[in-house]
């Protein structure tokens, strides 16, 4: 059995691809735009502590909690087809939310937003895995679109400074408008239509119990890092457990689930996941203190603080477009495994940070972690999609997205927890004594409220409550890059030792052809060459395959090993 090459992609995907990168930057800048417009929208609609909250995030929630839904319903209705839904849904949203006039107008079109947002990103992804079959070529689109995300969620708070500086705050919102009518327009011409032709009717029960299941383990968690300690988050996340295994054994009984369970007895789909999660779960603890660290430790406007991110973001991008070129010549375990590695190092530099190394250890630390991370997220992505079934892409893609984005959440309720206790614990320990009981209840909540309380007070008294709190606050980042760090380490050693095992193969450049017996004179051909022995024999008579012939890739491992024996379904296949 010899596995033919698949189809290289031509100059049509690869523009497609250039129109798929749009509506990723988007959504992505659509999550972090608000950042620097919350004193103006405090300033023209008035709204209450809980309407800012959420008009804040209730976007993010909405793409987390409709993910699974919107990738199994492109697979069932056409990827390209919910594609443009979404982007029309985004772009009559993105209107309205830009001339909303009450707060309640706001939160409702910002839900909109993103519900429109989940429709967009798993069926980009989905999209780019029918588009690009051939290994060499899949990893380098799932860089670019890697980038794009990565891009927008780092320009959004400055395109939104820009704006501000220039214009009312609903002009934020506008820039979906033409984006989404330019893919509209082009996405037809460009973008195939893929569905599943055997999928049936979608399980509305399931979809209402994904939904509500990812939001309130979502929203517990937030509550979490937000410093709440009453039963609010632990009922959240309590109800989100209880609901996420019924909806698991529902997935189990029907005959055409929501969510393929089948999709995680794939090694290769599971390991991809979980790299993700525990990857992002590690950067969103550390990035979550680094923000603070610039703006409140070292004095930073939020304009100022993104535009000294921007060094880091650019090596992560840099990091998602090397990894697919680097892939090419070492095997993806050790890719994956050496960019944890490289994150693991930045995070443990950052360990040792104090009030007093200043920007550049933070800095060189975070250019170092995301140049690692970045390329593994790009690689543990690719190997997601690519290790699904074509007709189940929709639903992988969401599965790979919504792993992300339960990482992000519990990046930042857990670590963010722990540095909290470690800034109240280090302030109370170091505080001076001359501060009022009823303002260090404030102080020792966050270093944001340590400030305003220090503004308050004489000379001397706030000069050394704000370089307590900084140096408390410091020990805080400290020990969760410490903790990040070791997640690192660890998720390096496990994808290490789990990827070795999985059948790959090396991709060769565009060009060079295999050499057998076919097109090199002189080489004997399989029937010439002298029995094999040992394990290649072994295999050979269990699998009913020429050795020397077969070809693997990731993707087609488990249908290569369709009906072998459990025990031939991993092969490892020395390069």
């Known amino acids: 059995m010899d596995a033919q090459e698949p189809q290289r992609a031509g100059r049509r995907e690869w523009w497609g691809l250039a129109a798929l990168a749009l509506p990723t930057l988007l959504v992505a800048m659509d999550l972090t735009v608000l950042h620097l417009a919350v004193p ?14 959420w008009i804040t995030d209730i976007y993010g929630f909405l793409i987390a909690g409709f993910l699974i839904t919107m990738g199994s319903l492109g697979d069932r209705i056409g990827r390209r087809r919910l594609l443009l839904i979404g982007a029309f849904g985004f772009g009559v949203a993105s209107l309205l939310a830009a001339f909303s006039t009450t707060p309640e107008m706001l939160i409702l079109t910002r839900a909109l937003l993103g519900v429109a947002g989940a429709t967009l990103m ?13 290994p060499a070529q899949r990893p380098m689109a799932i860089g670019v679109w890697m980038t794009s995300f990565v891009t ?12 501000l500086g220039s214009y009312w705050w609903g002009s934020v919102f506008l820039l979906g408008v033409p984006v989404m009518v330019l893919l509209l327009i082009i996405g037809p011409m460009l973008l195939p239509e893929e569905a599943d032709p055997d999928a049936g009717r979608p399980d509305l029960h399931s979809a209402l119990l994904s939904l509500v299941t990812i939001l309130a383990v979502v929203f517990g968690f937030k509550q979490f890092a937000g410093g709440s300690s009453g039963p609010l988050p632990w009922t959240c996340v309590a109800l989100g457990a209880g609901l996420g295994w019924i909806f698991v054994r529902r997935q189990r009984l ?10 995680f007895t794939r090694r290769t789909f599971g390991v991809a996941v979980a790299t993700q999660t525990l990857t992002v779960f590690a950067m969103a603890g550390v990035q979550f203190f680094a923000g603070q660290y610039l703006q409140l430790v070292l004095g930073m406007s939020p304009l100022r603080a993104g535009l000294w991110s921007l060094p880091w973001t650019l090596m992560g991008v840099a990091g998602a477009m090397l990894a697919p070129f680097v892939v090419r010549r070492l095997s993806r375990s050790t890719v994956m495994a050496g960019g944890l590695a490289l994150g693991a190092a930045g995070f443990g530099a950052l360990a040792g940070i104090d009030s007093t190394t200043g920007l550049t250890l933070l800095v060189v630390s975070m250019v170092i972690a995301s140049l690692g991370i970045s390329g593994t997220m790009t690689l543990s992505t690719d190997l997601a999609v690519g290790a699904a079934p074509e007709e189940r892409a929709g639903s992988a893609s969401a599965i790979s997205e919504t792993g992300s984005e339960l990482g992000l959440a519990l990046g930042i309720a857990v670590l963010g927890s722990v540095g909290s206790v470690v800034y109240r614990q280090e302030l109370a320990r170091s505080a001076p004594v001359s501060t009022l009981p009823e303002s260090m209840e404030v102080a020792t909540d966050t270093l ?14 706030r000069d050394a409550l704000l370089a307590s709190a900084r140096e408390a606050f410091t020990t805080g980042m400290a020990v969760t890059s410490a903790i990040s760090s070791a997640v690192l380490i660890a998720l390096a050693i496990a994808v290490g030792i789990l990827l070795r095992t999985v059948v790959h193969r090396r991709v060769r450049p565009p060009g060079r052809r295999r050499m057998t017996a076919a097109n090199q004179p002189g080489r004997p051909g399989p029937a010439d060459r002298a029995p094999a022995s040992g394990r290649r024999r072994r295999f050979q008579q269990r699998a009913n395959v020429p050795y020397p012939d077969v070809q693997f890739t990731l993707a087609g491992a488990d249908q290569l090993f369709d009906g072998q024996p459990q025990r031939l379904r991993m092969v490892l296949v020395h390069r």
């Open 40 to 53: 103006a929208l405090s300033e023209a609609f008035k709204p209450s502590s809980s309407e800012l909250l």
């Open 122 to 134: 798993p069926s980009t992804l989905a999209l780019i895995r029918s588009m690009f079959q051939s």
């Open 152 to 163: 927008g969620t780092a320009i959004g708070p400055l395109v939104g400074g820009v704006l």
């Open 254 to 263: 029907l005959r055409d689930p929501l969510l393929d369970l089948a999709l």
């Open 448 to 461: 944001g409220g340590a400030v305003s309380v220090a503004n308050e007070l004489p000379g001397e008294a």
